[in-house]
């Protein structure tokens, strides 16, 4: 068949076609449905399956994490507990309400314990928190570096919390006009707060 027969053919009257031309027309058509196919259809679908793969990573590393997390459940357990032990028991170091005025006692007797003469011991207004109120005391003693350091040691040392925050200590003149070394800080302590007061 020669290329001038191929371009007389008449595209409506296929049938009438030779053979080997009709056989060309079918692996043409045959081709493009396959192309067509697979363009369309598989590639959605290789698309699918690497987005699926990626998923089966993500989870597989979320199953290890939590595998790992459920063989330490037992130790998370008691870590669990050795925490609300602990914080039990920093609960029951800070004061209700009615040994507030008590570890106020305690803290001007270590001072005066420590030999220290007091300027001045002045109870600020509380400071509530989400379960527990702070109360900060401003201190200002007179005495010299070793008794500072037995009163820090020993207001540390007291069975309530207190803190002791922005010490400063300066040189100044006495009532005797001699120098003497003056200890200025803000003790804090912190107070249960009772159910009613933590709503």
Do not use: H
């Given at each position: 068949?020669?290329?001038?027969?191929?371009?007389?053919?008449?595209?409506?009257?296929?049938?009438?076609?030779?053979?080997?031309?009709?056989?060309?027309l079918v692996l043409i058509l045959m081709a493009a449905i396959i192309f067509a196919g697979w363009h369309f259809d598989i590639q959605d679908l290789r698309v699918t399956i690497e987005n699926e793969k990626k998923k089966e990573v993500e989870q597989i590393a979320s199953l290890?994490?939590?595998q790992k997390q459920a063989a330490n459940l037992e130790a998370l357990k008691r870590q669990m507990q050795e925490m609300q032990q602990s914080f039990g028991d920093m609960l029951r170091q800070l004061p209700n309400k009615t040994e507030?005025?008590?570890?106020?006692?305690?803290?001007?007797q270590t001072g005066l314990a420590a030999g220290l003469e007091f300027e001045l011991f002045?109870?600020?207004?509380?400071?509530?928190?989400?379960?527990?109120?702070?109360?900060?005391?401003?201190?200002?003693?007179?005495?010299?570096y070793h008794k500072?350091?037995?009163?820090?040691?020993?207001?540390?040392a007291l069975p309530r919390i207190v803190t002791t925050h922005d010490?400063?200590?300066?040189?100044?003149?006495?009532?005797?006009?001699?120098?003497?070394?003056?200890?200025?800080?803000?003790?804090?302590?912190?107070?249960?707060?009772?159910?009613?007061e933590g709503k």
């Open positions: 068949m020669t290329l001038d027969e191929l371009r007389n053919l008449d595209p409506e009257q296929i049938g009438d076609w030779p053979l080997p031309v009709k056989f060309a290890e994490s939590k507030v005025a008590g570890l106020l006692v305690d803290i001007s002045k109870p600020a207004k509380e400071i509530p928190s989400e379960f527990y109120a702070e109360l900060p005391i401003q201190i200002s003693v007179i005495g010299d500072f350091g037995e009163f820090i040691s020993g207001v540390a010490i400063r200590i300066q040189k100044r003149k006495g009532k005797q006009q001699e120098e003497v070394l003056v200890l200025q800080a803000t003790a804090k302590t912190y107070r249960a707060l009772d159910e009613e």
